[in-house]
């Protein structure tokens, strides 16, 4: 119970997720040199604070800690996408909270390594995790995405998202559009 006397809503535990190809599972933090391989290859149109900075973070270490503190958060969270048959992970896709919805509005994120585009891996692992928002019962689930990325924009758009016409404007890095997907 919040201080305020409300209940405090119990969020669904978004565990392991299984597709034709993929399974979709906690991140772990002997998997962090992998992840830190997905911000050495970001297209240099992202922005700074998701690149790797003239010191060369965020290190390996840097990932191995926040995949550490991600295992004390409650709630889904992001899961690494791992191909079955080969058992090597090409990236994550989940759920973050925070700003653009209400906190029980959750934003889908992902992303792959460059050798697993173009392969239907970011479309199938979307879908299993906007299958499962949607069971575990939210009304609303949101992206953002740069308006030059347009096979991110297409992964959306099969996942049944569909930009809201709210712009975050950078003329530098490219805007930001809000899409939303409704159940």
Known sequence: MRADGDTIPLVPVLDTLETDRLFLRHRRVDEA???????AERDPRVPPHRQIDPEGR???EDIAAQI?????EAGPGILAVERKGTADVIGYCGLVFHG???PDEPELVYELLRAAHGCGYATESGRAVVTWVGEAGYGRLWA???DWNVASRRVLEKL???ETGRVEQ???YGDSLLAVREF
């Open 170 to 172: 950078d003329g530098v």
């Open 144 to 146: 953002t995405v740069r």
């Open 58 to 60: 965020p290190t390996v």
């Open 68 to 72: 550490r503190a991600e295992r004390e």
């Open 100 to 102: 653009n919805g209400s």
């Open 33 to 39: 040199a992998i992840y830190r391989q997905l911000w």
């Open 160 to 162: 049944g998202f569909r």
